[in-house]
C-alpha cells in the first residue's frame, strides 16, 4: 500500500513563496506521474501541477511562471516550488501519486496567503 504524506503549508502574505513537499512511500517501483491539486473553500479539486517520471510537467494557466514542480524519483518524491503567490492560491494542496493506474492522495496541507 502506498502511503502519500505532504508538508511544507502554512500562512504567507501575497507576495511571498512557500514550498510544498510529497513522498510517496511503500511502492517499489519510481511512481509514474506526482502532481498536485488544490481545492479552496466551495470550489471543486483543481489539477496544479503534474510531473512524470521522466520529469515532463505540465501546469495550469492560473499558475504558470509562478510555481515550479520538481521530483526526486529515487525518493518518490515531488516539490512544488510557488512564488507571488495570491490570495487566490489559499486552499488545501492535496498531492497525488499514480502508480500502474492506481491513484493515492495524502491528507492535504493547508495554504493560506494573506492580502
Known amino acids: 500500500q502506498v502511503q502519500v504524506v505532504e508538508s511544507g503549508g502554512g500562512l504567507v502574505q501575497a507576495g511571498g513563496s512557500l514550498r510544498l513537499s510529497c513522498t510517496a512511500s511503500?511502492?517499489?517501483?519510481?511512481?509514474?506521474?506526482m502532481a498536485w491539486y488544490r481545492q479552496a473553500p466551495g470550489k471543486q479539486r483543481e489539477l496544479v501541477a503534474g510531473?512524470?517520471?521522466?520529469?515532463?510537467?505540465n501546469y495550469a494557466d492560473s499558475v504558470k511562471g509562478r510555481f515550479t514542480i520538481s521530483r526526486d524519483n529515487a525518493k518518490n518524491t515531488v516539490y512544488l516550488q510557488m512564488s507571488s503567490l495570491k490570495p487566490e492560491d489559499t486552499a488545501v494542496y492535496y498531492c497525488n501519486a499514480l502508480l500502474y493506474g492506481v491513484s493515492f492522495w495524502g491528507q492535504g496541507t493547508q495554504v493560506h496567503v494573506s492580502s
Open positions: 510531473i512524470t517520471r521522466a520529469s515532463i510537467t
Open positions: 511503500g511502492s517499489r517501483s519510481s511512481i509514474n506521474v
